[in-house]
């Protein structure tokens, strides 16, 4: 079975341009989850979506960054325009089932780099 | 709100010691403990679990208690291996939560000959 696919793994932009970055979640699972991991700040949920509607987006991610769910097999994070602190690893996650005690399955990330 | 403390941010110990990352953990509702290992460059990936019924979890020689008594769910195992450096992370979650994971800040785990 494949996991959680992204691509790119690696991108390089420029401040100021968009960017977009995409997620084919686990086969079959209903729950969507984009994490953006630096070392200071650890893991920070930037969107939640169940069976395509979104739950949550992260409060203090809202004005620039934006989670797309165009079908239950891909999302995109369009982030617009870039700025230098965005650099970090971007991690899109999917999970079967809402459940409290469900495991969640981790891609391997974007690493995002905005010179 | 759901939050979780890693206490440590970085931990270094000679192969053959035994390891302990400490996870406490505050939330209003009954929760799910796990922890996740990161391994450099690989995604992050489920080692454990906590159980309802109080067992102990174990995997790869891993283990770890949820006491709720003092909210914590400390990893530990008996003897590191080098092939256990990678970042962990603590998570928690709830049924009111679904499946979205509250992460501790993680702990770099690095272990020497």
């Known amino acids: 079975d494949a996991g959680v696919t992204q691509t790119p793994r690696h991108e390089v932009a420029e401040k100021g341009q968009t960017i977009i970055l995409k997620c084919e979640p686990v086969?079959?699972?209903?729950?969507l989850f984009w994490y953006r991991q630096t070392k200071i700040q650890g893991l920070e949920l930037l969107s939640y979506?169940?069976?395509?509607?979104?739950?949550?987006d992260g409060g203090a991610f809202k004005d620039r960054f934006k989670a797309e769910m165009l079908n239950s097999s891909f999302s995109t994070l369009k982030i617009q325009p870039t700025e230098p602190k965005d650099s970090a690893v971007y991690l899109c996650?999917?999970?079967?089932?809402?459940?409290?005690?469900?495991?969640?399955?981790f891609g391997k990330g974007t690493r995002l780099t905005v010179v | 709100g759901d939050s979780v403390t890693q206490t440590e941010g970085l931990v270094t110990l000679t192969e053959g010691l035994p390891v302990m990352l400490n996870c406490t953990y505050q939330?209003?509702?009954?929760?799910?403990l796990f922890w996740y290992v990161q391994h450099l460059n690989e995604a992050p990936k489920l080692l454990l679990k906590?159980?309802?019924?109080?067992k102990r979890p174990e995997h790869q020689g891993f283990h770890a208690t949820l006491h709720k008594s003092s909210s914590s769910f400390h990893l530990q195992k008996s003897s590191a291996q080098l092939s256990d450096s990678a970042l962990y992370y603590c998570?928690?979650?709830?049924?009111?939560?679904?499946?979205?994971?509250?992460f501790g800040g993680g702990t770099r785990l690095t272990v020497r000959p």
């Open positions: 996650a999917s999970s079967l089932a809402p459940g409290g005690n469900t495991e969640v399955f």
């Open positions: 086969s079959g699972h209903n729950d």
């Open positions: 979506f169940r069976s395509k509607s979104l739950m949550e």
């Open positions: 939330s209003t509702y009954s929760p799910f």
């Open positions: 906590s159980f309802t019924d109080n």
């Open positions: 998570a928690l979650t709830h049924n009111n939560a679904g499946a979205k994971l509250t």
